[in-house]
């Protein structure tokens, strides 16, 4: 069923209305809009694309939970909330679409029309029925999401999430010029030893990568062979959403599924996002004796660098986490928040329980890295 609920004209030369879609049909009939509306909202991440949710909600969604919400302006689509009804920790609650496998979450938002859309949006997320709140668990600095906690009329909650991880664009000496002289000498050395070994990158196109993607997570799940995974990752779901969101993704340049040979033989994988203002180092995966031969961040970092040099975008963000691996080449920490926008008077209850795991989850995720 979907319910449309026209609003008062912001002004007489102005006409604004709202919709709210719980057919999963919606994401089907909607299709060309929300493509365009990604197009037209810069703060937008790669985890917004039509694409990506479509394809996670093909896998993941369950029937009678959508709840698409559409700002228009004169027709227009110029606001979006891909959100579903869920159950946290017993209460009701909504949340973003893909949320468990995406690295952001956001609204879509042309900013053209922010000031109105922002406000009839935030009426519109507050006069839905059903959950306690809106629960955003990782939210950019400058994302849509801001805009609306910020004209919020009723509790909102803050506190910090994940931290991503983000390096300028450039090439790969770039970033070793951000070393200190020995270690970018050491590097130097490692990527001469790539370069000597004969691996080469390809780039596949869009009808081989799902194909790609189904070598990748092979590679992943023995990359990771004897060590702790993410349950997820070895999942026939998780599988089949990476490989559709990635065939459409990769079709309109807003994904790369690279593969790595040495001798002919796939020894490496790796999954890029292309959003608007960053390249995304997803996923990756590599046959476990390839770490004895080479340095592979080093080797995936040298072309996801390349990718974002050549779409003119601002640099490669590492994503969630501060691994390592990841820190030795000196990003940039950029923190995630987490949004609580409260609708009734047990949201305060569902946000005190839900920062305090969450607080209890970070800190046994730093208790495993000190005695890794």
């Keep these: 069923m979907t319910a449309v609920a026209p609003l008062r004209p912001a002004t007489p030369a102005v ?164 070393l200190p002289s020995r270690a970018a000498g050491k590097m130097r050395a490692k990527l001469r030893r790539i370069d000597a070994r004969g691996i080469t990158a390809e780039s596949v196109p869009a009808e081989r990568a799902a194909e790609a993607v189904h070598a990748l997570l092979e590679l992943h799940a023995r990359q990771w062979q004897g060590r702790p995974i993410n349950p997820e990752h070895t999942r026939d779901r998780f599988r089949r959403h990476l490989a559709e969101a990635a065939t459409g993704m990769v079709r309109d340049g807003r994904a790369a599924v690279l593969q790595y040979r040495w001798d002919e033989r796939l020894v490496a994988g790796d999954l890029v996002l292309i959003g608007h203002s960053y390249v995304g180092a997803y996923l990756y995966g590599a046959v476990p004796d390839l770490r004895d031969c080479v340095d592979v961040s080093l080797m995936l970092l040298r072309e996801n660098l390349g990718i974002a040099r050549e779409r003119h975008r601002q640099g490669v963000s590492l994503l969630r986490g501060d691994e390592p691996y990841k820190l030795k080449w000196r990003p940039t920490p950029v923190r995630n928040e987490r949004i609580i926008l409260g609708r009734s008077p047990s949201a305060a209850a569902y946000a005190g329980l839900a920062r305090t795991r969450g607080y209890l989850s970070e800190r046994r995720h730093r208790g495993q890295e000190s005695h890794g």
Excluded: N
């Design 15 to 178: 006409e604004w209305s709202v919709e709210v879609h719980r057919d999963e049909q919606a994401l089907l009939a909607h299709a060309d809009e929300l493509r365009d509306l990604y197009d037209r909202s810069p703060a937008a991440t790669p985890f917004q694309t039509y694409e990506w949710l479509k394809a996670w909600w093909g896998w993941y969604g369950t029937r009678g939970r959508l709840r698409l919400v559409l700002v228009r302006c004169r027709g227009r689509l110029v606001a979006a909330a891909p959100l579903m009804a869920g159950v946290r920790h017993g209460f009701p609650v909504l949340v973003p679409l893909a949320g468990e496998q995406s690295d952001f979450t956001d609204f879509l938002l042309d900013p053209v029309y922010a000031g109105g859309a922002v406000r009839h949006l935030t009426r519109a997320l507050l006069d839905e029925r059903g959950g306690c709140a809106i629960d955003l668990r990782e939210v950019r600095p400058g994302s849509a999401a801001h805009l609306v906690a910020a004209q919020w009329p009723r509790r909102a909650w803050r506190t910090p999430s994940s931290v991503c991880l983000e390096l300028p664009s450039g090439d790969i000496d770039d970033i070793l010029g951000r």
